[in-house]
């Protein structure tokens, strides 16, 4: 079945950097995108920004643009989000979302990281 | 950026009972809005694409509607199971964006 899998719990000191991985299973990677979505402790749902698997083409989320790195290994179906100069406000839990690209849904999701930034 | 505004932000109901939720989009989006559901720590989980079209092994219970700027997630004869917040989400356009969430709570 289609399945996402990331990388376990992380703890940042701030200004640090982190990187979570996204590992894809059960579907042609390259066919399909990653959005990647965080949510804050008891907060909604924000959109950070999308990869294509295919050609590696990016769109951010405006108020990540220099933070945030997207970016895919083909050879072992692995999407991966890096953000630099970590704040306290970074908190949050990390969702990849399988996603078509354009105007599409996401679906299935992964199952979440929980990053943390504390001094 | 599209905002999208969701009613109520809170619900307790009743098992059996029918719940809907409204979605309303700050400009015209077309059918490009989904619905997610999402239970306590566990990941979203797709309900509802392109406003009405259901997915599979989703519960015949759940629907959508609307298109333009308002929408509607309708929950018939509710389930102690569909505890959970729910969250609209359009495509439409760049950056992609969600709703604030609505949380069921089942008395």
């Known amino acids: 079945q289609v399945q996402l899998v990331q990388s376990g719990a992380e703890v940042k000191k701030p200004g640090a950097s982190v990187k979570v991985s996204c590992k894809a299973s059960?579907?042609?990677?390259?066919?399909?995108?990653i959005s990647w979505v965080r949510q804050a402790p008891g907060q909604g749902l924000e959109w950070m920004g999308w990869i294509s698997a295919y050609n590696g083409n990016t769109n951010y989320a405006q108020k990540l643009q220099g933070r945030v790195t997207m970016t895919t290994d083909t050879s072992t179906s692995t999407a991966y989000m890096e953000l630099r100069s970590l704040r306290s406000d970074d908190t949050a839990v990390y969702y990849c979302a399988r996603d078509l690209g354009g105007d599409n849904w996401f679906d299935p999701w992964g199952q979440g990281t929980l990053v943390t930034v504390s001094s | 950026e599209i905002v999208l505004t969701q009613s109520p932000d809170f619900q307790s109901v009743t098992p059996k009972e029918k719940v809907t939720i409204t979605c309303r989009a700050s400009?015209?989006?077309?059918?490009?809005l989904h619905w997610y559901q999402q239970k306590p720590d566990q990941s979203p989980k797709l309900l509802i694409k392109y406003a009405s079209q259901s997915i599979s092994g989703v519960p015949s219970r759940f629907s959508g509607s609307g298109s333009g700027t308002d929408f509607t997630l309708t929950i018939n004869s509710l389930e102690a199971e569909d505890a959970a917040a729910y969250y609209c989400h359009q495509s439409s356009s760049l950056p992609y964006t969600f709703g604030q969430g609505t949380k069921l709570e089942i008395k």
């Open positions: 059960g579907y042609t990677f390259t066919s399909y995108g």
């Open positions: 400009q015209s989006i077309g059918s490009s």
